[in-house]
């Protein structure tokens, strides 16, 4: 029983009886840390279960404020937060749901000029981001910091969901080269989304996160899982590696992170 | 040898005799389920293969689940032995 006090044991006693995660399993989570970008309606179910798993470092960056719009999918947040910074929002919930883990904050956008200070020191990286630009910056990142990426996407009734091993299987851009445009690039704010929607897509990001770090299992790598709400169905796409990929393919051309790859212009974000 | 560890139940110690396997014993009267298996769990995940747990649990249906999740870890359960009180002693030999 090394390592646990007679709370822990209690708290985690359902990991510790799982053959997949014993005592020692809970404490590789315990000393893993895992940084959630966003934390809105993927990043709240996210951060809720990795931190309730006890996950021993969360880090959540995310730069805006809670408003009215969040609510009916942004679990982290609650009426009285309205105007408050998410990250702020979210670690007073997080902190007293389980005091084992250290919740690092950061209120900033992620950007080429942060984002390999943002996922240093991580062992895993949670994509929960509104917008196309992050989403490619943190695929980039990840993949030359051979760095795990859980990547998932929501609108309307339909998620998208992929694990990102770089080295093993394709990264975001092996599958989606460039982002779609225009009208084939709504908003939530525009074309709506089931706050459950988001839950559930956020829900099997913390559960691939967590098998990532436990090494458990078999991940999302090489897959990209459709969940259609409306029909409740769950649909997989499999899908190698692109040689010619310009992050991760034979010939990169994406070798460092550099301003002019990730055009704002497609990431416009709304509440 | 004899070593204690802290935590609800009597606690754990180790004996040897010459020449014989070193037995830890694991005391959890008083622990109830699934604690009684969450604990002989972690004691024997920090044993080595072959080497000998006694657990002591006076909580009944511990008796029970206690050999039978044990056994789908793979581990061995040598006996399980009631005793006054009532207690049970169950011997388990870590293999899995």
């Known amino acids: ?74 679990i982290l947040h609650s009426t009285e937060d309205l105007d408050k910074p998410k990250v702020d929002s979210a670690r007073e919930k997080l902190e007293r749901l389980n005091p084992d883990v250290a919740v690092l904050t950061y209120q900033e956008p992620v950007t080429h000029d942060n984002v390999m200070g943002l996922i240093k020191g991580y062992d895993v990286v949670i994509d929960c ?18 760095k795990p990426l859980i990547e998932a996407g929501v609108l309307r009734f339909d998620g998208l969901a992929m694990t990102i091993i770089p080295g093993e299987g394709p990264c975001y851009r092996c599958i989606f080269p460039k982002p779609p445009t225009g009208s084939d690039a709504p908003s939530c704010a525009e074309a709506g989304i089931l706050g459950a929607t988001a839950g559930i897509l956020g829900t099997i990001q913390a559960a691939e996160a967590i098998k990532v770090l436990l090494g458990v299992g078999r991940t999302l790598s090489g897959r990209l899982l459709a969940v259609d709400v409306l029909a409740m169905t769950f649909t997989e ?13 034979e010939e990169p051309l994406i070798q460092e992170i550099l301003g002019e790859n990730y055009d704002l212009a497609d990431c416009d974000t709304v509440d | 040898m004899h070593q204690r560890v802290a935590g609800r139940g009597k606690g754990c110690h180790m004996v040897a005799g010459p020449g014989k396997t070193e037995t830890t014993v694991l005391d959890l009267r ?24 006694k657990v ?3 909580y009944r249906p511990a008796s029970a689940s206690v050999p039978k999740n044990i056994r789908t870890m793979g581990d061995t359960v040598v006996s399980v032995t009631r005793l006054p009180g009532p207690a049970w002693e169950i011997i388990i030999k870590r293999t899995g």
């Open chain 2, 30 to 53: 008083g622990e109830v389920c699934p604690y009684a298996f969450v604990k002989t769990r972690l004691t024997l995940e920090d044993m080595e293969q072959g080497s000998i747990l």
């Open chain 2, 56 to 58: 002591i649990v006076d």
């Open chain 1, 237 to 249: 796409l499999e899908s190698g590696q692109d040689a010619g990929c310009p992050v991760c393919g």
């Open chain 1, 129 to 146: 981001v509104d917008n196309f630009a992050a989403r490619y910056l943190l695929n980039d990142a990840c993949v030359l910091t051979g």
């Open chain 1, 1 to 74: 029983m090394k390592g646990f006090t007679e709370n822990q044991i209690r708290r985690y006693s359902r990991h510790i009886v799982l053959p997949q995660i014993g005592g020692k399993g809970q404490r590789a989570l315990l000393s893993s840390k895992a940084l959630v970008v966003g934390a809105g309606g993927l990043g709240s179910p996210v951060c809720y279960y990795l931190v309730a798993a006890g996950v021993g470092v969360v880090g959540i960056a995310d730069m805006d404020q809670v408003g009215l719009s969040n609510l009916q999918r942004q």
